[in-house]
């Protein structure tokens, strides 16, 4: 029986246009978080269980995770996120690190998750961190990030919005319920309320608390508080806008101040695109000195939806400048043309097959590659080739010390 | 109990140091397959596990395999190598491809080893192979590629070198032994035959096959054939230097003609750099018309090695330009200065936290960067700002103006 050509459920290849679009995305990605000084770090994709039992959301490693027992007994898991990881290698390196350390990663991550629109199996994200700053400096700069990167795919203004709460103020008022209640639950409810109707909502609270007007309240209420008002401000004065939002709460455990996210305002997509917050204690689980942190993760699925939706991604070419394409037993004297041309920065791939001339115009042009430059003896001998750019149709005699990156632009 | 800050065996973190030199080679590794047209892809980690039963090398799937069965009982695999996915690929778009297809993937693998130098559990690997073409035309690039990789990080001439075989050749010569041997044992013996010496090898020879005397003359003579006479003269007038190695046989069971691998030729490290080979049969596996194939896989552990020992390695920066170390309460005024330097091209971190200034001046230098720049209020008000270059300790005071990539290169 033949094998099967799909990829495994819920997750992707990358044929070159595909690469292409991902390409565009992380080299983005790169490029907005380097401008503000965040250096890029990578781990493993194996991580021991444990390291994500400790304090990722219960929700991700009982149900969603790829974790097994390695040959040698020991249980791994396919990072389902970054966050524990970079804890790890910050603790791990306390005291050699300068701080503020700023750190970024583009890695990617396993869920075992039913596939619909905006979620996979494997995904990529940018995850960026700022480490070893206590106050809001940090909480603004890493909003403002955020911001910079959704400016920098040409995102429109109020095509999205970003949403700030405070964990400490949340918390404090789910601890505060009667009776007593598991606050993780309470925070996966809430969690969980842009996708569910008010009604809907209502009813889970009251199922949970025995007031469940007061938190409702509560989480309705979105002015600014004492603890996002400075941030708020902050961002501001810096252009950014920051909307408080009472019932913002974000899934991971982790999380002990403020949170934030970038919120799609589309009507027919309104979801969250990606967000963060600050992670104090983390650090501290390895033993070490904990280290005030604050970050974000940004999935290239959604981000893709996104970007779709709103129209903001150019045409992208194929990395190729030319195809040289042979013109009888030329094989030598084309290959070695092609190498003089690739002396000159250009990228050129070879056609030396036998097969004729239209043939080879014709995959060029389906691979998206711009020109084809013909090469036979005669063209050899007086250094002339004919060039045809595939997308006028227009041929030319041209030279080979003219056939440089400026021609083929 | 405190977690463990290590990372799980046989795996790495790449800190933003290590991070610079693996993006320094994966650069190169790219730069060089786009100069030859070579597009890049990618394809998923994890892949049913029957893709790598069919085909690929035994040891590896039994014994070094990460394979597991998921949360909906399928059978799954982290991918070991990349050659059996990106036939699947090819497969799934046997019709729309245009050829010669040229590929290039830059992907993590892994393997459950014992951790040595040059194997680990996770690494990295490059992966070119040119589908499409029959004549040796495709074997020549694709060694020429090889090359031109090796030499773009600078390796001298003599530091390896370029060995070739026929598997045709090798195996007839095999399948003519008598008793009848399974060939696969016999190729893993040869592909173990540079680890040994003459003495054991022989003896391990003449406990598998009655004549070993005959097979082994023929293993021993290092001349070229007519299945590698053409490729190597081609080779060489292109100023490829390729050896005919007829004990050359490359461990994976796919291989359907000739094979070659790039040798350290460094006497302390004798070992194989990398290889690859000709498989025309994979495509065909998944019930389509098969595909003619070239390709090799070059992984970053053992190129790391190699680059090591032969000093090829430069020094690598960090990508930060300049460090924004604000005096007094300036935090906005510096963060929109800041924001202005970004616009020009530069990787500005702004050090705003209250520390004093040489705390700030220590960790800019830590971090690797060169310049830091003093913004107190005084400077916002003339414009003017002390530049520090780290490396020289000299201070001088520029306009705003002035500041550029140039200034600070």
Redesign the interface.
Known sequence: M????????G??????E??RL??WMFDKWREVC???????????????L??FT?KTSEEIVDDQS?S?T???E?K?I?RPEMTPTVS??V???RQEL??????YSIA?F?R?ERPQKGRL??FWQLNADIFG?E?V?AD??II?LADALMKSFGSKEGSYEIRLNSRVLLDNKINAAEPKVEIDKIIRLIDGFEKMDELEFKAKLTEAVNKPNDLYQFLMDDRETEATKEIIE?CA??GVKVIPKNSLARGFDYYTDIVFEVFDTNDENNRSLFGGGRYDGLVG???VEPVPTVGFGMGDVTLQNFLQTNNLIPELK???DL?LATVGDV??EA??LA?GL?EKG????????DRKLDKKI??????G?KYVLFVGEAELKVQKFNLKNLQTGIENQVPLSKINKTLLA
Request: charged share 30%; proline share 5%.
């Open positions: 033949a094998l099967s050509i799909q990829p495994y459920k997750t992707r290849d990358f044929y070159p595909d690469m991902r390409k380097e401008s503000f000084g965040y250096e890029e770090y990578d781990g493993p994709v194996l991580e021991p444990e390291l400790a790829y097994f390695d040959r040698g020991r791994v396919m790890r290698m603790a791990a390196r300068a701080y503020p350390a700023r750190l990617n396993f075992y199996r494997e700053i106050g400096e603004v700069e403002q902050k004065s810096l689980l390895f033993g194929n990395t190729t195809v094989f030598t290959n070695k190498s690739r250009l990228n050129v791939s070879l056609d030396a097959s014709k995959a060029a042009d389906k691979q590659v």
